[in-house]
């Protein structure tokens, strides 16, 4: 909607979706129509998809995240700005706990990997919510380089997609992980609600679900 040129690279497992993408215009999970501005490629053609990219988008999940970087590392060129969207953490065999995007950064060679700017998003942020344009999408546009965000909010930014931005990227990072535990837990509560057979009463196990929240939280 910016009028921005998009490529879309898809993974091995992906095949279906881009080939979809291509013959028809559709996305076959989303149901919709994709923009004319938007292009679709095979992995196989992720070298031509990225000619003159400005701004690279990785929408591998956490257990592919790996595969991503090394992926990554013959196809990033130096000023690129590197946006991640999986949501986690990766626990190192000391205990240690690594945001995504710096366990992305890691596939790439150390010299290029200096030479390009890493960035996330938190959100939440369903990806048919946004495709349908709905008003109520916000999400934060972390990383370490202030100057960077502020560029990437301005490409993404619209009427229906509201994006700010901080430089707190491990705080980000982490809250963006743990939101999902905190969801799961405060979904316990309408769980038993059903189980009981008692979904409809009045008394909604809000107090239940607070604890729950409060616990995790702290």
Same mark, same amino acid.
Not at 20 to 31: A, D, E, N, R
Not at 151 to 160: E, G, I, P, S, V
């Given at each position: 909607?910016?009028? +921005?040129?998009?490529?879309?690279?898809?993974?091995?497992?992906?095949?279906?979706?881009?080939?979809?993408?291509?013959?028809?215009?559709? +996305?076959?999970? #989303?149901?919709?129509?994709?923009?004319?501005?938007?292009?679709?490629?095979?992995?196989? %053609?992720? @070298? %031509?998809?990225?000619? =003159?990219?400005?701004?690279?988008?990785?929408?591998?999940?956490?257990?592919?995240? +790996? !595969?991503?970087?090394?992926?990554?590392?013959? #196809?990033?060129?130096?000023?690129?700005?590197?946006?991640?969207?999986?949501?986690?953490?990766?626990?190192?065999?000391? =205990?240690?706990?690594?945001?995504?995007?710096?366990?992305?950064?890691?596939?790439?060679?150390?010299?290029?990997?200096?030479?390009?700017? !890493?960035?996330?998003? =938190?959100?939440?942020?369903?990806?048919? %919510?946004?495709?349908? @344009? @709905?008003?109520?999408?916000?999400? $934060?546009?972390?990383?370490?380089?202030?100057? $960077?965000?502020?560029?990437?909010?301005?490409?993404?930014?619209?009427?229906?997609? +509201?994006? !700010?931005?901080?430089?707190?990227?491990? =705080?980000?990072?982490?809250?963006?992980?743990?939101?999902?535990?905190?969801?799961?837990? $405060?979904?316990?509560?309408?769980?038993?609600?059903? @189980?009981?057979?008692?979904?409809?009463?009045?008394?909604?196990?809000?107090?239940?679900?607070?604890?729950?929240?409060?616990?995790?939280?702290?």
């Amino acid at each position: 909607d910016n009028g +921005h040129e998009v490529r879309l690279v898809g993974t091995h497992l992906d095949r279906d979706i881009i080939d979809s993408i291509k013959k028809t215009g559709v +996305h076959p999970g #989303l149901g919709r129509k994709v923009p004319e501005t938007v292009r679709a490629y095979q992995l196989e %053609e992720a @070298r %031509e998809a990225f000619e =003159g990219a400005e701004v690279a988008l990785s929408g591998v999940n956490s257990f592919g995240v +790996h !595969w991503a970087g090394e992926q990554l590392a013959s #196809l990033l060129k130096p000023g690129m700005m590197v946006l991640s969207i999986a949501k986690g953490m990766e626990a190192a065999e000391n =205990g240690d706990l690594h945001i995504l995007p710096e366990v992305l950064a890691r596939g790439v060679p150390q010299d290029l990997r200096k030479q390009v700017s !890493w960035s996330a998003i =938190g959100g939440p942020s369903i990806a048919g %919510e946004v495709a349908a @344009r @709905r008003h109520d999408t916000c999400v $934060v546009f972390a990383g370490r380089d202030a100057d $960077v965000l502020k560029k990437l909010a301005t490409l993404f930014r619209t009427d229906y997609y +509201h994006v !700010w931005t901080s430089t707190d990227f491990i =705080g980000v990072e982490g809250c963006a992980a743990m939101k999902n535990c905190y969801a799961l837990g $405060v979904g316990f509560a309408e769980g038993i609600l059903e @189980r009981e057979g008692e979904s409809g009463s009045k008394d909604r196990n809000y107090n239940y679900a607070a604890a729950l929240f409060g616990q995790g939280a702290v």
